[in-house]
């Protein structure tokens, strides 16, 4: 079992920055594959990026140059660095794990925090 707990979300005005971070529980935390996925008000949950287990990244191309996932396995937690942010940035932000090849589908993750809201003032 892990469990997930993000922080780090907050109201920010376009072009500003904002880090999330993810603590995980559990002692195997560097054996998962790490994902950032988000979900705006009526839209459907959507892949943001993926750190693998050996910190291999793979982005969406909407945040591509502007977001950078990292992990840091002796501290059990997943960031994303959000740069240059645009108010269509503004959503849910959770993270989640899987064990296992890294992956775009969320529904290949097995756990989920509970989210965080990141708002984009324009």
């Known amino acids: 079992q892990v469990q997930l707990v993000e922080s780090g979300g907050g109201l920010v005005q376009a072009g500003g920055s904002l880090r999330l971070s993810c603590a995980a529980s559990g002692r195997t935390f560097s054996s998962y594959t790490m994902g950032w996925f988000r979900q705006a008000p009526g839209k459907e949950r959507e892949f943001v990026a993926v750190?693998?287990?050996?910190?291999?990244?793979y982005y969406a191309d909407s945040v591509k140059g502007r977001f950078t996932i990292s992990r840091d396995n002796a501290k059990n937690t997943v960031y994303l660095q959000m740069n240059s942010l645009k108010p269509e940035d503004t959503a849910i932000y959770y993270c989640a794990a899987k064990t296992g090849l890294y992956s775009d589908l969320g529904n290949a993750y097995n756990y989920w925090g509970q989210g965080t809201q990141v708002t984009v003032s324009s």
């Open positions: 750190s693998s287990r050996s910190a291999i990244t």
